[in-house]
């Protein structure tokens, strides 16, 4: 069972920048790795993946302001916001995939979550 941690978020204005990380128990490397957030009353929606061998892959609402990356050496996948918006405020979390590419963003195990709140 692979325990992952996030760590990160809080508050910021809009157009402000926070950046979140994730690690986990074990090795993240075979793993592909995915953002995902949650905002009141909707769904989980994915917003950002990355493979095993670094291929990324983001959701449209967050292409170009948000970036994901990882460092196998740190065993962490990190999520770099940018031009943050106030709909952009929601619990997001972190997912170690069922697959090693970033095909279906099925989540085997999840992160704690963790609450980003953009507002002024």
């Known amino acids: 069972q692979l325990q992952v941690v996030q760590s990160g978020g809080g508050w910021v204005q809009p157009g402000g920048s926070l950046r979140l990380s994730c690690t986990a128990s074990?090795?993240?490397?075979?793993?592909?790795v995915g953002w995902f957030r949650q905002a009141p009353g909707k769904e989980r929606e994915g917003l950002a993946c990355?493979?095993?061998?670094?291929?990324?892959e983001y959701d449209d609402s967050v292409k170009g302001r948000f970036t994901i990356s990882r460092d196998k050496s740190k065993n962490t996948v990190e999520l770099q916001m940018d031009g943050l918006k106030s709909e952009d405020t929601a619990v997001y979390y972190c997912?170690?995939?069922?697959?090693?590419?970033?095909?279906?963003?099925?989540?085997?195990?999840w992160g704690q979550g963790t609450q980003v709140t953009v507002s002024s």
């Open positions: 990355i493979s095993h061998r670094s291929d990324k």
């Open positions: 997912g170690a995939l069922s697959s090693r590419l970033c095909v279906t963003w099925d989540v085997d195990f």
């Open positions: 074990g090795t993240l490397d075979y793993y592909a």
